[in-house]
């Protein structure tokens, strides 16, 4: 059975930093596009980070020079590192992946807060 399942949420305060991860129950290789989204209170879920096979990262604006994609192969697992948080961000997170390029797979989500 194909899973996502994001850890590495909480509380921090503005101007802080957090990890987040997304472990995959397959090759993590195996999905394409992989992704990052966020959903705060009230609003729809939106792109934080896009990753496509054959091209460029694809960062929303908001999140440009603040939050980092990475990924261990071997640990099938992708991160988000987010630096400089600010109370914005604060949000459920979830990581998405289209999994042998088809059917789109979504994590149930981790929370991330962050105090002014």
């Known amino acids: 059975q194909v899973q996502l399942v994001e850890s590495g949420g909480g509380l921090v305060q503005a101007g802080g930093s957090l990890r987040l991860a997304c472990t995959a129950s397959?090759?993590?290789?195996?999905?394409?596009?992989l992704g990052w989204y966020r959903q705060a209170p009230g609003k729809q879920r939106e792109l934080v980070v896009e990753?496509?096979?054959?091209?460029?990262?694809n960062y929303a604006d908001s999140v440009k020079g603040r939050f980092t994609f990475s990924r261990d192969n071997a640990k099938n697992t992708m991160y988000l590192q987010m630096n400089s948080l600010k109370p914005e961000d604060t949000a459920v997170y979830y990581c998405?992946?289209?999994?042998?390029?088809?059917?789109?797979?979504w994590g149930k989500g981790t929370l991330v807060t962050v105090s002014s």
């Open positions: 990753i496509p096979s054959d091209g460029d990262t």
């Open positions: 397959v090759s993590i290789s195996a999905f394409n596009p």
């Open positions: 998405n992946g289209h999994y042998r390029g088809a059917l789109s797979y």
